[in-house]
């Protein structure tokens, strides 16, 4: 499928309902237009998908999702397809009574479902059921029909979006359709992006419906998808003083490997030197690790000064710990006013001590520690990550690395891209210990907050789903350290680079 100019754009309930409305008025055509557009648009994708197929079933819901539906039920009939269709409610309204009058006129049957149905025999099931309307976990028929589906061993296309994932944050308040392919109408939408939308969306295409570009530059997204990139190329006659020198201050007792694994990480991301400020007990076993780190013993704020003085960009954070020892460091680098990145108990000591940043700052939280940092349950968090990332990025003054699936990167200024790349295998220790060390050498190349932080997610993600071609369970956060280096030089990834 080639890619659409403004496939990037990512938008709200809110902005998709004024572009809907616009489209018609761009097009001069009436909504039931629209909506047979969308429905031919969803069985090129099925033909596509699914070329032999023969016998289908549409399940519709009681808005234009279902209208869709509908629709689509009529030109697959007219294509020659078998087909089936479950109704959630008796009636419709608007476009989509139209549409239901158009399949019941050819003949068409409805099937109205209720939480004792049994679900049609089917080679695949059009899930037609909610689109940008789900306000609410769906309710125990449509619940059940959702299951019933999902547990059908039938591939599923869904409508726009996968029924029981909000559109705007990629929560699933209740059970949720499962798609083999989503096909999602006139533009990109946040939720299909992050959150539970990878377990959801399946392979996801979006379908224009022949919207014209001018109506795209006109809307302002709500975010944006990052991009793939290399690291910006060196100058020949560049030496290590050019590429800047990252700190990395952690490795209490038990988590030496942390602070090694991020050290590692951004002399791979083409930091220019990399010291390491730990306790002195590790400092051998960094040294023969990876003698490229120049490794040092610290015990309180006096050994640490004379290493930040040396440093360009901290890495703060990665196994330091919440003790004594550690509060020490942090406390003490935090007051060097170095630009930075903060990470693990970085960020949980900063929950404790909250400040704002007046240097270049990337914070790299995951949902327990963006909970703890706004004070909230963690399950707010993934009820909207978008406002989350964003809430941080402002109340602390730094670009906002918001982890997970689908990591949302946010400024201050409200801005804010998400991560189509990474895997469940990275779901592993140390993997935040070496977007730690990208992001700092990135910061130390000279990148700004946003741009290191970007650059920093998208390789650090590339770079796990390029280790995790040979698989995902068992991958290793070191495993990611030859695929950085490949990606940072530009040299393709192999993997999802679209
Ligand atoms: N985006 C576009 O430009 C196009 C959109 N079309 C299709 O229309 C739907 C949006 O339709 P809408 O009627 O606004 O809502 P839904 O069909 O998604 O939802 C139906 C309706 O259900 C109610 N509702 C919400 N949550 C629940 C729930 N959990 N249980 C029961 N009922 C619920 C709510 O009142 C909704 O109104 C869009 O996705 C497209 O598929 C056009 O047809 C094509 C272009
Ligand atoms: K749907």
């Known amino acids: 499928m080639p890619i659409h100019p403004y496939s990037r754009d990512l938008h709200t309930v809110g902005q998709l309902r004024v572009m809907e409305r616009a489209a018609l008025a761009a097009l001069g055509i009436s909504g039931q237009e629209l909506m047979r557009r969308a429905a031919s648009a969803a069985l090129s994708s099925l033909r596509r998908h699914w070329p032999q197929l023969q016998q289908i079933c549409i399940h519709c819901g009681p808005g234009n999702n279902g209208g869709d539906g509908f629709l ?9 397809l078998q087909v089936e269709l479950v109704a959630l409610s008796a009636a419709a309204h608007g476009d989509a009574a139209l549409a239901r009058a158009a399949w019941e006129a050819g003949g068409g049957k409805v099937q109205l479902w209720d939480i004792d149905g049994v679900l049609p025999a089917a080679e695949l099931h059009v899930d037609a059921l909610y689109g940008i309307g789900l306000n609410r976990a769906p309710e125990p028929a449509a619940a059940r029909l959702i299951e019933q589906i999902n547990h059908s061993g039938r591939p599923v296309l869904a409508l726009d979006v996968p029924s029981g994932l909000n559109t705007d944050s990629g929560d699933c308040p209740g059970v949720a359709i499962r798609a083999s392919v989503t096909v999602t109408f006139i533009a990109g939408k946040r939720g299909l992006h992050t959150g539970r939308a990878a377990d959801q969306v399946g392979v996801l295409e979006l379908a224009t419906l022949g919207v014209p570009d001018s109506l795209y530059a006109a809307t302002s997204p709500d975010a944006q998808l990052l991009v793939a990139a290399a690291l910006p190329p060196r100058p020949r006659y560049a030496n290590k003083g050019d590429n800047g020198h990252v700190l990395v201050i952690g490795g209490e007792h ?42 040092h013993g610290v015990d309180g704020p006096q050994t640490l000064m004379p290493l930040l003085e040396r440093a360009s960009v901290l890495a703060l954070g990665p196994g330091l710990g919440q003790a004594s020892w550690g509060h020490a460091l942090w406390l003490t680098a935090l007051d060097a006013n170095k630009p930075l990145v903060l990470d693990a108990d970085g960020l949980n000591l900063l929950a404790r001590e909250p400040r704002r940043f007046t240097v270049p700052a990337v914070m790299t939280p995951h949902p327990g520690e963006a909970a ?109 350290l030859a695929p950085l280096r490949e990606l940072g030089n530009g040299m393709s990834g192999c993997g999802r680079d679209t």
């Open 372 to 480: 703890r940092l706004l004070g909230v349950a963690t399950r707010e968090i993934e009820r909207d990550r978008f406002a989350a990332a964003r809430e941080l990025a402002k109340r602390y003054a730094a670009v906002v690395v918001l982890k997970g699936v689908g990591s949302l990167v946010a400024d201050p200024d409200g801005r804010l891209d998400v991560c189509p790349w990474g895997n469940p295998g990275m779901a592993s220790g140390g993997m935040g210990d070496l977007l730690t060390g990208v992001v700092a050498a990135l910061l130390a190349q000279g990148c700004s907050a946003w741009r290191a932080a970007c650059l920093g997610v998208g390789l650090h993600a590339r770079a796990g789903d390029l280790a995790a071609q040979r698989g995902e369970r068992g991958l290793l956060a070191s495993d990611l």
């Open 72 to 80: 689509l039920g009529v030109l697959a009939r007219e294509a020659g």
């Open 254 to 295: 038990g988590m030496a490997g942390a602070a090694r694994l991020a050290g590692e990480s951004a002399l791979r991301a083409g930091a220019g030197l990399v010291s390491v400020a730990t306790r002195a007990g590790h400092v051998f076993a960094l040294n023969a690790a990876r003698p490229e780190l120049m490794a």
